[in-house]
């Protein structure tokens, strides 16, 4: 059993390094074999016990030296400014893992494959998506641009849609795919430039995916 309930619907954008469609969602290794990620959320309605989060938004950058399921990951979180000092203790709780049950959600999983975790950071974050029309902005100043758009068919240009539907995973029921660009400059340096896009709604329990 967890120590607090929470839940969060938000709305995210994914983007890493591997082709278009990303191998790890498929149990199969990353396209690179190693995994780099940049990662943007807005939170619609939340809790955390009796904190609210509605409103809040998140953004986070990955490194794996290898699949991620080896581990030896490092990671930074920044959290909106906004949030006061219950809100902070909240969101670091549940993205750090804590409160939930073990493999239940992208964040528990991603945790345990962490060896290096750099200080909170907190930060104005622009954040603007439109999931259906898989486009999405992220900007942290002095840490993060970020931006998703449609895959384009190479022989038409016309804006390509196909979606990844994961019943049983453990951060979605249902993707958007599309491509993306990142660069963040610190406290760890990615650049990623037309590489798998990923735009979803989260809803996340304690228990894992909801609904």
């Keep these: 059993m967890t120590e607090t309930s929470w839940t969060i619907r938000a709305l995210e954008f ?6 278009y469609g990303c191998p790890c969602q ?5 396209t690179h074999g190693h995994c780099r990620a940049v990662v943007g959320f807005q939170i619609y309605s ?15 950058m990955f490194i794996w030296p290898g699949p991620i399921h080896e581990g030896h990951g490092e990671a930074a979180l920044i959290i909106d400014q906004r949030a006061d000092e219950s809100q902070r203790r909240a969101l670091l709780r549940i993205l750090s893992g804590q409160d939930t049950e073990p493999g239940a959600t992208v964040f528990n999983v991603f945790a ?8 909170p ?13 898989r486009r ?14 449609p895959i384009l068919n190479p022989v038409t240009g016309a804006e390509h849609r196909v979606r990844i539907d994961s019943p049983n995973g453990f951060e979605f029921r249902l993707a ?5 660009w990142s660069k963040t400059h610190r406290p760890m340096t990615i650049d990623l430039a ?11 329990s304690q228990s894992g995916v909801v609904g």
Excluded at 14 to 19: I, K, P, R
Excluded at 26 to 30: D, K, M, R
Excluded at 48 to 55: A, P, Q
Excluded at 112 to 119: C, D, Q, R
């Design 194 to 204: 037309d590489s798998y896009g990923q735009f979803c709604e989260l809803n996340l």
């Design 112 to 119: 345990s494959t962490l060896e290096k975790i750099h200080e």
């Design 136 to 149: 999405a902005r992220l900007n942290v100043p002095g840490y993060i641009e970020s931006r998703g758009e």
């Design 46 to 60: 939340g809790h955390h016990g009796d904190t609210r989060l509605d409103g809040l938004k998140v953004a986070s």
């Design 26 to 30: 498929f149990n199969a290794l990353p």
């Design 176 to 180: 958007e795919m599309g491509r993306g």
């Design 14 to 19: 994914s983007n890493c390094n591997c082709s």
């Design 121 to 133: 950071i907190y930060s104005d974050i622009d954040f603007e998506i439109d999931v259906e029309r």
